[in-house]
Structures are given as structure tokens and as C-alpha cells.
């Protein structure tokens, strides 16, 4: 049954347009391929707004509708599902008839009722805004308690790392984001009887890695303190080898142990069920995230008696470009009661310590960079210098003689290729 507009108020706002049929041909959505729109209804103003954004608004039809106009214009609502809104106008040019929806996309089942309703009005055109439409599964219901089902993880008996997979989004934005980190990781241990959870991934050469997590062990959530607000994610086992990690959002992780490759049948099941939570974009990464499980290791505490001393340069790899790089042939840490200074016979700069493994210095007028040391600290190494947010890196291979040994090169080489940086000099 139809209602006046103004009698209908709990409508009074901003609606998205999934679809609208018209008697007569309307150029405003034939001359465009991609775009979004919504109605505006106003209660205060009495008006009713149809709006495309491709890419600013643009309001292509405006109508006040306190009372039926003097050219006849009428526009009434009809009753139908919670979260849409069907919207018929009449006036002297025809009929349309609007689908809008408190949410961005409808199911298919509303738009093929919404064509039906369309041939009821004996509408002509149809028009559908692009990305509205998902496509409906006939076990969503069942599926959508799919991971209900699966077993919370038990974190005391899951120590270890645990290799990203698989990753599922929503949109193809997030996709392109995640497809810039090649490797993620998390590690799960029990220190003096509690349990703690870090993440680490690498972006643009940098190697992030995320320690301020909160375990719920009763429910097998975890919550990232760092956020603002906080983010919570829940953890269910999919097999013995791998887990799914669900946070609040818009993307769903596989991830597995360290030392098994996951089966089809995990993958498969982890992709039915991120259809069915319509995540319908899905990132494999197999290849380079098992490649890179076995990086070097960052020095847990610096001792800087270590590094002092004259070290020759034996290999460099970086994200810049190999012509703007001006990298000294050798390289000399002076300690001084802790104190470090770092120089190579151009400039001198003394290095503060972070925390108990890195260093921070700048060169001249040059933003500071930072320096991380990674395990052996012997006759050679092996260091990350960089800013992360001017994504300037650099992987260093020092050593005392400026040779390195072959398995030295073979290791240097591979943490470059897992950090997405060519190799820029190289001593054989």
C-alpha cells in the first residue's frame, strides 16, 4: 500500500540508489560507466533529491513534496523489506520508480522483486548503479555460521609461527594495499605461564612488527591495543595446520604453520567461507610467504662492544635507484660508554640508541635513519638502514675484510627478495 511521502518520516535522510525504472530514457546514467548515487529526502526542506557522484554530486532531479505540485508530480513510498526504500514518483513527463537501501548493495532476490515491481508500474528503463548488486548464495544462512562452528584456538597448544596464506577482502582498494606486503607472520608463545601473540609483515622494504596485543584465551580473541579504537579479531582452527583470523573489518586471513604447506582443502574451505561473508577478493600468497619464513633474526639486545671497529662494504640492495646511491667503500663504529659514532671519513654522526637493539643517526641535513643488526654479529653484518616514512631502505652486508662468504651472499640475497628490494652493489 502506498503512502504520502511526508507521512512516512522515519525516512527523512540519505539514502544509497541501487536501482531506478523510468517510462522515458534518461542520459544522466547512459553517458556514465562508472558512478554512485543516492536520494536525499529531507522532512525540514520538504524535498526529495536524486544525486549521481561520478565523481562530484550532481543533482539531476529536485522535487518538493509537501503537496501534489500543479503540474501533478506525486511521489509515495511503498512498504517493503527493513533497510530499503521504494519510491514512486509520477508527474508529466512519466513514472520512476527508485530502489534505494540503508546499505550500499542489495541481493539479487531484491532486484529481481524490484523488476517485477517495475513491469507493475509499467516502467521501461532500467537502470542498476554500478557495485550494488551481490549475488545472492542459496546457504548463506547456514554458511554465515560456518566459522561459528569451527573451534576456537586453543593458543597454549599453537606455539610457534604461522605463515599468512591466504587473505580475503571486500574491495579490490584493500587488495592492491596487501599485494605491497609480500609476507606476514604471526608468533604465538607462553612466557612465565602467559600468552603472547605479535604480528610481523613487511611493506616497502620495512619490516613492521605489531607486539601490543591483548589474548583472551577463554574466547581465542585478541585485541590490538595500538588502535584507535581497539580492534578485536577472533582466531578458529580450520585444520591441525592452519587457523582463519577474523578481525573486525573488512578482510579475513589463512594462516598456517611455518613448516607445512597448507592443503587444497584448507584453502578451499577458507574461500567458501569468505564468499559467504561476501569477501570475494582473494590474495594467494603461498609462494612468497613460505619462501620468507626463515628470515634472519633482529638482535633481541645490542651490544655495541660488538659492532666497533672499521667494516667494509661487501653488498647493498635498495628501493632507490642505484645512481643516487653514494654508499662508502668502508664504515667505523666508535663506542663510548654506550655512546656510538658512526662515520666514513666524509661525515661523523653519534647514533642514539632505541630501546635495547637499534640504532637512530642523521647524516647532515638528511632525516634521521634508522639502524637494525640482525643475528650473527661476527666477522660480518647484516643490517636494515632506513626511514620508513620516506620509504628509503637499504640492506647492508658488512664485513671486516669486505669479502663475504658464499653462504653470507646467499642469505643477504634472500632477505632482499623477501623485502621486495633489488640488489644494488655486490662484492665477489
Known amino acids: 500500500m502506498p503512502l504520502h511521502l511526508k507521512k512516512n518520516e522515519d525516512i527523512f535522510t540519505s539514502w544509497h540508489l541501487v536501482a531506478k525504472s523510468t517510462t522515458s530514457m534518461d542520459q544522466h546514467y547512459n553517458v556514465r560507466s562508472l558512478y554512485t548515487a543516492r536520494l536525499e529526502i529531507s522532512g525540514k526542506e520538504q524535498t526529495l533529491k536524486e544525486i549521481i557522484m561520478a565523481p562530484e554530486d550532481n543533482v539531476i532531479y529536485e522535487q518538493k513534496f509537501d503537496k501534489p505540485s500543479k503540474d501533478g508530480n506525486l511521489t509515495l513510498t511503498f512498504k517493503t523489506e527493513d533497510g530499503l526504500l521504494l519510491l514512486g514518483v509520477e508527474g508529466p513527463t512519466g513514472r520512476t520508480l527508485y530502489l534505494a537501501s540503508r546499505t550500499p548493495t542489495v541481493k539479487r532476490s531484491v532486484i529481481d522483486k524490484f523488476k517485477a515491481q517495475a513491469l507493475c508500474l509499467e516502467t521501461k528503463y532500467n537502470y542498476f548503479i554500478p557495485g550494488s548488486i551481490r549475488e545472492d548464495d542459496a546457504g548463506a544462512e547456514a554458511c554465515a555460521h560456518n566459522l561459528e562452528k569451527w573451534v576456537p584456538i586453543n593458543f597454549r597448544e599453537s606455539v610457534g609461527k604461522w605463515i599468512l596464506t591466504v587473505s580475503a577482502y571486500e574491495n579490490t582498494q584493500m587488495v592492491l594495499q596487501e599485494f605491497l606486503s609480500p609476507y606476514g607472520s604471526t608468533e604465538i608463545t607462553v612466557v612465565d605461564d602467559k600468552v603472547h601473540v605479535s604480528h610481523l609483515s613487511i611493506f616497502q622494504g620495512s619490516i613492521i612488527t605489531i607486539k601490543d596485543i591483548d589474548v583472551e584465551e ?44 597448507p592443503s587444497i582443502g584448507d584453502i578451499s574451505q577458507f574461500v567458501k567461507y569468505a564468499a559467504c561473508r561476501n569477501y570475494n577478493k582473494v590474495l594467494i600468497r603461498q609462494a612468497a610467504s613460505f619462501l620468507c619464513s626463515e628470515m634472519p633474526t633482529e638482535v633481541h639486545t645490542l651490544d655495541v662492544e660488538k659492532i666497533a671497529g672499521t667494516w667494509k662494504l661487501a653488498a647493498v640492495a635498495s628501493n632507490i635507484p642505484e645512481s643516487v646511491v653514494n654508499f662508502p667503500n668502508e664504515i667505523q663504529f666508535t663506542v663510548n660508554n654506550e655512546e656510538v659514532t658512526i662515520t666514513d671519513g666524509t661525515w661523523t654522526s653519534t647514533a642514539k640508541k632505541i630501546g635495547n637493539n637499534r640504532l637512530k643517526y642523521a647524516k647532515g641535513d638528511e632525516n634521521a635513519m634508522e639502524m637494525r643488526f640482525h643475528e650473527p654479529l661476527g666477522d660480518s653484518l647484516l643490517t636494515w638502514v632506513g626511514n620508513p616514512t620516506e620509504q628509503k631502505v637499504f640492506l647492508v652486508l658488512f664485513s671486516k675484510s669486505g669479502q663475504a662468504s658464499p653462504e653470507e651472499i646467499i642469505r643477504f640475497k634472500h632477505f632482499a627478495a623477501c623485502l621486495s628490494i633489488p640488489v644494488i652493489f655486490l662484492k665477489e
Not at 578485536?232 to 573486525?248: D, F, G, H, Q, T
Open 218 to 261: 577463554s574466547t581465542g580473541h585478541i585485541v590490538y591495543k595500538g588502535d584507535n579504537p581497539e580492534t578485536k579479531a577472533a582466531i578458529y582452527r580450520v585444520s591441525p595446520n592452519c587457523i582463519v583470523l577474523s578481525p573486525e573489518g573488512q578482510r579475513l586471513f589463512l594462516i598456517c604453520r611455518a613448516n607445512h604447506f
